[in-house]
Structure formats: C-alpha cells, structure tokens
C-alpha cells in the first residue's frame, strides 16, 4: 500500500491511547520500514515518515502556506518532516491539528509551564476575577468593597508589569 | 583539555551501581527547548545556528550543576572524539553529524549532558546508571528550570514547548532505558514483548537509538508521545513497564536454565571460547558474544568475571574506543586484529565457565543483585 506496486503481505495493527491505526504493507516496504526487525519499529514513525506529510499538503487545497517568520512552506515540511522554526505551528496550524491527534494522547499541553509564565497567567486570571467582582459591588453600589477592589486590581497590575518582559506573550 | 582526557575511562564509568542495574544498563531522561523567534537548527542558516549557539552555550555553562564541565562546539572534536561519544552514549548520531554552529556541554560526573543545535536549539539530557527513571527527571527538570530564566524559550500555552518534529511537542520529554534482555532474546519471547510495549504506545528501539540493530541484545524502551500527558505520569507509566519487562527477563531466564540448561551453557560457553580465543572478530561479533557472557556472569558461571568487566569490554571493543591508542583510522580488518588481541588479554584473567546446577527455583535468580 505504501510503495502502490506490490501486493501487501505485512498487515500492521497498532493501538495509540484509543485509536487504532492500520497499515498494510508488501515485503520490500515492510523490510525497509524494519517491521519485522527485532530492534523494534512504531507505527508512529511509519505514519510520520509517509502519512503526516501529506496530511498537512492536502489541508490547503492547492495554495501553498508560507510562514512568515521563516518562510518555510509545506512542500519543505514534505521533505524534512520537520518544521522550520516555532511560527510554523501557527503558520501551519489547521494542517497539523490531525497530525497531532494521531501521534499524541492529546491535542493540548498539560504539562510543565516555565514559572514566569504560568504566575502571569495566574495573575491574569486573579485580574478577571476582580474586575467582575468590582463590576458586581459597582452595580450593587456596594462603593467600599469597589474601593478595596480597586486597590487590589492595582496591586494585581503592578506585579504583572514587574514580571519579566518575555512572560507577556 | 581534550574529550579524552576530561571522559572517564570506561573502567570507571562501568562500575557506577544503579537498581536493577543486572538488567537495566542505564536510565535517561531528556528534554528539547527552542529559542522563540529563531529558526530550528534544521532550517537556520549558519550565521543563525551560531547566533543560537552564542546565546545557549554561555548561560548553559553558567549553571551550578555544569561548573566544571567540558564544553566545545562540534567542528573542533574530530571524527574520532565523536565517535566516542556516540559509543558513550553521550551524543546522538545525528549530533556527531553537526560541525559550526553545534555544541556540547558535559559535567564532570558525564551524568548532565547538553547538545546545543542538534535537531532542537537544546536537547537536554540526565543520564543515571540502572533503573533511575524519577531522578533522572528531577535532575533534568532542575536543569530546565533554571535555564529558563536565562533563555527566552519557545512556548505556547496550548502545544506547551514547540519543538521541531511535531513528535516531540508539548514536554518535548524522551524517558528511556537501555536494557539487556539475552534471556528473553534466546526464549524467543522478545518479539512478543515489542509487541506489546508498542501497544501501549512505547518505542523500542536499537543500541544506538533510533533506526539501529539491537546489537547485543541491548534495547532502548522510550515513550513515544509527548503532548497531552504530564512529565511525571510518562515517567510512571515508562517506569511500571520496564518493571514487568524486568521481571519477565528474569522468569525468561529461569525458564531457560530449568527447561533447556544445556541451551544456555552451550551459549554462554561458545561465547567465551570464541572470545578468550579468537585473532580476528568483529564489532557486531563481539557485542553479541559478549551479550552471552553477561548472561553467564549473571548466572554466576564466570567466578573471576563480573558485569562491569564485561560492560568494560563491551565500550572499549567498539570501533573509535578501539583505536583511542593509534592516531590514524584504521582499516575494518586490522581493527578486527586488535580487538581480538585486546579480548585474548583482558580474558586472560577469567577461568573457564563453570555452569552451576539450575536453582530449584526462579526465585533464588531473582533474589541475586
């Protein structure tokens, strides 16, 4: 299936988190791809190297994706499988989001934050949240709990203009 | 100084003890960071690579955990320097590819070991010998955390660390453990066993990583996926497959030496025959001979041997170890010659193998280490 010449003898089952993926493979492909090599082979790879490629082309009918950080297109993501630098998975986006799916568990990062960000993030949330609470004591024009909001949103600002420059983004 | 004088000889570096070190030869964890704003590696031109480098290498080097380290770029260590590296399992293949614009860092324990410029801007790395799976995290997260204050790293609150494959997005985390399975290997169970760590989204690959032959019956097992889940449930998950893949090592083994002992002592012994005898033998002959007589050794055969002899042997044997001593590259047949010599020598000292009766059970086996 994958070289479309020869019949595919080798038929390959492997279960990722809750997706199956099949592929079917003649005996020359299987031997290249190392299926049957004891030093061990994924699915994952096979899919990468021949599947993931095309996934992110066909996403675009036709008109070719440029990132405009680095100028790579989809056509070199074709042949490196690699992306050229990290505006490219904005660039690239709707294309990888399948991609993503069938390689990972998920499709969202749940793990470490660098710590400059994630207390930005905090203290935005912090910040929301006070906003609503002074919207709230205004209309119930509750004016010495808004006064007591209003210097805590300040507080709230000024630790985040004191944070480092880069945890803005 | 040189990468030869600052590395640890391999005599030294083998006898650093780890759990489970009879079956696990090493743990590692490692991490890969970009820089926001410029191109991967892959994709810079060299005036960026180098510009990426000026930046990483300085605040790499001024981390505590890294005082004292060995810290070069690629195009001043020779084919050879690298070739040692590889074989140390301290560089990757495609790092020993890299000249300007790529680098290394090295702490003085060879535990921490940063390449600079390899597929990633870093590709960070904490290495422990045996099963040390946790605190091989804990010492790379450190690491991480404190480089980050010092880099302005690429991240995006919904991928997490982008990195460039999409393979490594999220943590950019690899947990992996190189293992020695001979028992599993010889019962033909081993296939079986990728089989099934492939099913739980596990990779098992070669002695050198990726696309590589488990040459002496060594194999890597890492996670695969790296978006979605965190560190530390990959490290546990990584961590509770490697002790059943222990564990059926070991009953593999002691199935072996109840049902078929004759089987394995016919191995073990030709391993060493071949070995302690031989004037000419190849790379790829020698790890898996030597694989034998670890099994043997394991088994409590060779009296005057012990593992880290063995594991010694198996790092001082490959090709750019092996010709350290000359300062030309030798030809393939000429390196066979010596290899042979160096075997014939370090054997000297190791008597004959003397198989024991198989236990009573596989329990006593177990127990051992």
Same mark, same amino acid.
């Given at each position: 299936m994958i070289c479309k010449q020869n019949p595919a003898k080798v038929h390959l089952t492997q279960i990722v988190g809750d997706k199956m993926q099949k592929v079917d493979l003649c005996d020359d492909c299987a031997k290249k791809k190392g299926v049957n090599d004891s030093a061990g082979f994924s699915l994952a790879d096979l899919l990468l190297g021949l599947g993931a490629s095309n996934e992110i082309a066909q996403s675009s009918a036709g008109e070719e994706i440029r990132c405009p950080n680095c100028g790579f297109t989809q056509a070199d993501f074709k042949k490196?499988?690699?992306?050229?630098?990290?505006q490219c998975y904005l660039a690239f986006a709707e294309g990888l989001e399948g991609l993503l799916k069938t390689m990972h568990k998920g499709t969202k990062h749940v793990g470490k934050v660098p710590t400059a960000l994630r207390q930005s993030r905090d203290l935005n949330e912090r910040l929301k949240h006070l906003q609503k609470k002074l919207e709230k004591a205004v209309t119930a024009e509750d004016f010495e709990q808004a006064a007591s909001l209003r210097d805590e949103i300040k507080t709230a600002k000024d630790q985040i203009d004191h944070l480092a420059p880069k945890a803005s983004s | 100084m040189t990468i030869h004088e600052f590395l640890s000889l391999p005599a030294e570096t083998t006898r650093r003890a780890g759990p489970? +070190?009879?079956?696990?030869?090493s743990s590692r964890v490692r991490l890969a960071r970009n820089l926001r704003g410029l191109a991967f590696p892959g994709w810079a031109k060299k005036p960026e690579r180098i510009k990426a480098l000026e930046i990483i290498r300085p605040a790499v080097e001024s981390l505590p955990q890294l005082n004292g380290a060995f810290s070069e770029t690629m +195009?001043?260590?020779g084919p050879l320097d690298k070739q040692i590296l590889v074989e140390r399992h301290l560089i990757s293949c495609e790092h020993m590819a890299k000249s300007a614009g790529s680098g290394l860092v090295l702490n003085r324990e060879e535990s921490l070991c940063v390449m600079i410029n390899e597929e990633d801007h870093l590709r960070m790395q904490a290495l422990r010998p045996g099963l040390q799976l946790r605190q091989a995290w804990l010492a790379i997260d450190q690491v991480d955390s404190e480089l980050e204050r010092k880099l302005d790293y690429a991240f995006n609150s919904e991928l997490g660390y982008l990195t460039a494959c999409p393979t490594n997005l999220g943590t950019g985390i690899r947990v992996s453990a190189m293992l020695h399975l001979p028992g599993l290997v010889l019962a033909e169970q081993i296939n079986q066993i990728i089989a099934s760590v492939n099913k739980l989204g596990l990779a098992v690959r070669g002695l050198y990583g990726e696309g590589t032959e488990a040459l002496g019956n060594v194999f890597q097992v890492s996670n695969q996926m790296t978006l979605g889940e965190i560190e530390t449930d990959i490290v546990e998950r990584l961590n509770k497959v490697l002790l059943q893949i222990i564990e059926h090592e070991e009953n593999a083994r002691g199935m072996l030496l109840e049902k078929k002992p004759k089987f394995v002592f016919n191995q073990t012994g030709r391993a060493y025959g071949i070995l302690a005898n031989a004037h000419s033998i190849t790379s790829k002959e020698t790890m898996n001979l030597l694989s034998m007589m670890r099994l043997g050794v394991d088994l409590g055969e060779f009296p005057g041997a012990d593992r880290a002899l063995i594991d010694e042997l198996f790092i001082i044997t490959q090709p750019g170890h092996l010709q350290k001593k000359f300062t030309e590259k030798l030809p393939a047949e000429e390196r066979d010659l010596i290899r042979a010599d160096m075997l014939r020598e370090r054997l000297r000292q190791v008597g004959r193998p003397t198989p024991k009766p198989p236990p009573n059970s596989g329990a006593a086996l177990d127990k051992r280490n």
């Open positions: 490196a499988g690699r992306l050229g630098c990290s | 489970h +070190d009879r079956i696990v030869m +195009d001043n260590l």
